[in-house]
């Protein structure tokens, strides 16, 4: 059974940086494709970036490319979202998702973490 538990989110003003982690108690978490997302109040869950299961492919949601990087430690059954450069806009609750294949509809992935709150602060 997958559990995903995500740290790393808070408070941080605009043009900063914040590293968010998803740890995986599975022995699983290897063979699993993973992907970060975010919902702001008032909005849908949106896809935000995602990685194959052996970190060969990432795919990126075109307001964070360039400034957001998605990379996994499968020793450490682990997913980062490196976030820089970060905007008011990119305020949201942000959830790390596994699925077996990489995809960026929510509806691909199979298990989902709790979240956790970013906010950037003009």
């Known amino acids: 059974q997958v559990q995903l538990v995500e740290s790393g989110g808070g408070l941080v003003q605009a043009g900063g940086s914040l590293r968010l982690s998803c740890a995986d108690s599975?022995?699983?978490?290897?063979?699993?494709?993973m992907g970060w997302f975010r919902q702001a109040p008032g909005k849908e869950r949106e896809f935000v970036a995602g990685?194959?299961?052996?970190?060969?492919?990432?795919v990126y949601e075109d307001s964070v490319k360039g400034r957001f990087t998605i990379s996994r430690e499968n020793a450490k059954n682990t997913v980062y979202l490196q976030m820089s450069s970060l905007k008011p806009e990119d305020t949201a609750v942000y959830y790390c998702?596994?699925?077996?294949?990489?995809?960026?509809?929510?509806?691909?992935?199979?298990?989902w973490g709790q979240g956790t709150q970013v906010t950037v602060s003009s």
């Open positions: 998702a596994a699925t077996r294949n990489l995809a960026v509809r929510v509806g691909d992935y199979d298990y």
């Open positions: 599975a022995r699983t978490f290897s063979s699993y494709a």
């Open positions: 990685i194959s299961w052996n970190g060969g492919s990432t």
